[in-house]
């Protein structure tokens, strides 16, 4: 089991930013690709970004690239992300999420991979 709890969500104006924080505790977190995925009201969820055992490779989705940057910390057993020049569409719950994987390189897009998952934490952006 892993568990997962975010933190650094809240108001934020448009152009400004935000470092969200997932903790996890449990089995080895270096051996798990990590996610950040958002839940905006009435939409499905999405992917936001990835980022594989290491924190070698990283994935963003489109509408995040460059803008947002995805890190992770092994040693405190934590992965960030970092927000900036923030959007009123990037309004969402953010969840954090972990993927067993077999590989170091693997950073995991699909979010039925994700075993476990935080509980969430909100992220809005005033226009």
């Known amino acids: 089991q892993v568990q997962l709890v975010e933190s650094g969500g809240g108001l934020v104006q448009a152009g400004g930013s935000l470092r969200l924080s997932c903790a996890a505790s449990?089995?080895?977190?270096?051996?798990?690709?990590m996610g950040w995925f958002r839940q905006a009201p009435g939409k499905e969820r999405e992917f936001v970004a990835g980022?594989?055992?290491?924190?070698?490779?990283?994935y963003y989705a489109d509408s995040v690239k460059g803008r947002f940057t995805i890190s992770r910390d092994n040693a405190k057993n934590t992965v960030y992300l970092q927000m900036n020049s923030l959007k009123p569409e990037d309004t969402a719950v953010y969840y954090c999420?972990?993927?067993?994987?077999?590989?170091?390189?693997?950073?995991?897009?699909?979010?039925?991979?994700?075993?476990?998952w935080g509980q969430g934490t909100q992220v809005t952006v005033s226009s």
């Open positions: 999420a972990a993927a067993p994987t077999l590989h170091v390189k693997v950073v995991v897009t699909t979010g039925t991979l994700y075993d476990y």
């Open positions: 449990g089995r080895t977190f270096s051996s798990y690709a």
């Open positions: 980022i594989s055992w290491s924190g070698g490779n990283t």
